[in-house]
């Protein structure tokens, strides 16, 4: 197994220590000699340590911590895209999905859920093509939600935060194409059936991207921001009784 480098780096820093006080001890013995040559010796000795602790360690520890905040950023951002459009895109798409009774049992999220029972529903997901029937969707509803919506998605493919989040950067294009491809059309209510076919492939398609991410995001909320978790799941776009009103 190849090394990385910071462990290349630390052994042969690390070496270096114990060649310098092998070479005072060669130089000097255990008497210690002057004070002034000792004080060389252990002041190179001691160099690489610090190099050690400083380039590499502190180093490490503060990519950690960037990476933890980059995370909180971009989770934010696909939040606030949930909140806006995406909940509402999976509530269209799920209601014209004629075998969502297979699907619904595996997508009502609950408080209990480990981490094994998200990765199931995520495996799942990845070999499952999910169907829709879009003569049960109100497209010209559609349309004027997501060009209501187009400087919104717009912003968000502009957002640096998601550079990093190749998954749901794919599911963004594809709902800012299905949005191009809507307002592309001045009579939605008069499409011939091949674009009729064709609409329900870019449909499919946002679909099937974006509930494995909407997946993801359910998860991060039950990790570290439960009362987040607790409206998210009273609100769920596949649950037909969803109710955010807590029943006493």
Request: hydrophobic residues 45%.
């Amino acid at each position: 197994m190849r090394l990385k480098w910071e462990t290349k780096l630390g052994i042969a820093l690390i070496c270096s220590t114990a060649l310098i006080y092998g070479l005072k001890f060669l130089i000097i013995g255990d008497e210690g000699g002057s004070n002034t040559l000792t004080y060389i010796f252990n002041a190179l000795g001691f160099l690489p340590v610090n190099v050690l602790l400083v380039t590499i360690i502190l180093n490490q520890l503060l990519a950690v911590r960037s990476k933890r905040e980059r995370l909180q950023k971009m989770n934010m951002v696909i939040g606030i895209f949930f909140s806006e459009v995406g909940a509402t895109l999976l509530k269209h798409f799920s209601d014209a999905d004629p075998h969502l009774d297979q699907l619904r049992g595996n997508l009502l999220i609950r408080d209990s859920w480990t981490e094994t029972e998200f990765d199931q529903i995520r495996n799942y997901l990845q070999g499952t093509e999910q169907t829709v029937i879009i003569q049960r969707i109100d497209l010209q509803d559609l349309r004027n939600f997501l060009i209501q919506h187009r400087d919104f998605l717009l912003r968000l493919l502009e957002n640096p935060a998601l550079l990093e989040h190749a998954t749901f950067t794919e599911a963004l294009r594809a709902v800012f194409h299905l949005s191009e491809e809507l307002e592309s059309r001045d009579d939605i209510a008069s499409l011939p059936g091949q674009d009729i076919a064709h609409l329900t492939i870019d449909i499919r398609r946002v679909y099937d991207l974006l509930t494995p991410e909407w997946i993801e995001y359910m998860r991060y909320l039950k990790s570290h921001y439960p009362y987040l978790f607790s409206l998210a799941m009273r609100k769920n776009p596949f649950d037909e009784h969803a109710n955010p009103v807590i029943a006493g």
